[in-house]
């Protein structure tokens, strides 16, 4: 994918947004002020600290404060303050017409994943990383190398686990939250897995939702055209192997049974107390050998 936004320079605008669940002030307010620190200028869209039950604002203020970010003509970003269920709701009705005539970095992730799927059909890479309000709660190493990230500054990972199956691949990365992979099958952000190296993590599910949610994939065809596959963390799962007689690695690993491409487990990103940032529809490299996965920029 060539079409990247310009990267962001000192004194450039971020947007902030709500556009899913209702945030913690408190902590977007935290996360502004880093990148602030780091040379930034933060504006808030007009909605952005509203709540409406367990949403960030009503739909329509939602779309309203998403399409005016989509559409402005001086910022370099839009930053997610939270994820939480809300974005599919609104998804279907942006234009995007504007933003492809002066397109910006749309960072998050979990939720915002329907959100970074929806910019890659409109053929543009985004960051999967941290949400504001979780930019405060990484180590400090941690947030430099987001902000770097969004400076065009951003290095490949590595990840050892004895589930690594061995190999190498070449593709476009796409991916995100396992649950809201599913739920875009059969919908208008539903994406086209072929030749594609995915990556997944999730949080809080028994292992007999993923398990559902990887035959899912199966089921839907998703996984036998893949050419490799990244296994992020799977953080505060309410079942363990004792319970469901397999592990998550053990459930992933059964439902790629009969397909030869790699798989690389344990990489930091997701829910856990590391997220590292990944371009979204970036071409990339994975090769797994000896029990370490690599995943690098081409």
């Known amino acids: 994918m060539s079409n990247y936004p310009s990267f962001l320079s000192k004194n450039d605008l971020i947007l902030v947004i709500s556009p899913s669940g209702v945030v913690d002030k408190e902590e977007v307010l ?28 009503k739909h329509q203020e939602r779309l ?21 269920f809300g974005i599919t709701h609104i998804i279907d009705e942006l234009n995007w017409s504007q933003f492809k005539q002066n397109p910006k970095w749309i960072i998050g992730f979990s939720d915002i994943t329907a959100l970074l799927h929806t910019t890659y059909l409109n053929g ?9 309000q979780g930019l405060p709660r990484l180590s400090g190493d941690y947030q430099n190398k987001l902000i770097e990230s ?9 990840a050892t686990s004895t589930f690594n199956k061995s190999g190498k691949a070449s593709g476009q990365l796409i991916g995100g939250n396992l649950s809201l992979l599913v739920h875009q099958i059969g919908t208008q952000t539903e994406l086209d897995y072929r030749n594609k190296i995915l990556f997944i993590e999730e949080v809080a599910e028994p292992l007999y939702h993923i398990d559902r949610m990887m035959l899912q994939l199966k089921r839907a065809g998703k996984l036998e055209n893949l050419v490799g596959l990244v296994v992020g963390q799977f953080s505060n799962l309410t079942e363990d192997k004792s319970i469901y007689g397999q592990s998550v ?22 829910h856990g ?19 370490v996965a690599k995943l690098t920029y081409g």
Request: glycine share 12%; hydrophobic share 45%.
């Open 30 to 57: 935290k996360g502004a002020r880093l990148l602030e620190k780091a040379g930034f200028k933060v504006e808030f869209s007009l909605n952005a600290f509203n709540a409406h039950f367990k949403f960030g604002a």
């Open 64 to 84: 309203a404060d998403l399409q005016f970010a989509l559409d402005h003509k001086i910022a370099k970003a839009i930053y997610c303050a939270r994820g939480g």
């Open 124 to 132: 543009f890479p985004s960051l999967h990383a941290s949400v504001l």
């Open 150 to 158: 969004l400076s065009g500054n951003i290095s490949g990972l590595n």
């Open 249 to 270: 690695e053990e459930v992933i690993l059964a439902h790629c049974e009969g397909y030869d491409f790699p798989i690389g487990f344990n990489f930091h990103i997701g």
């Open 273 to 291: 107390e590391v997220n590292v940032a990944l371009f979204h529809g970036a071409e990339v490299e994975l090769v797994v050998e000896n029990g």
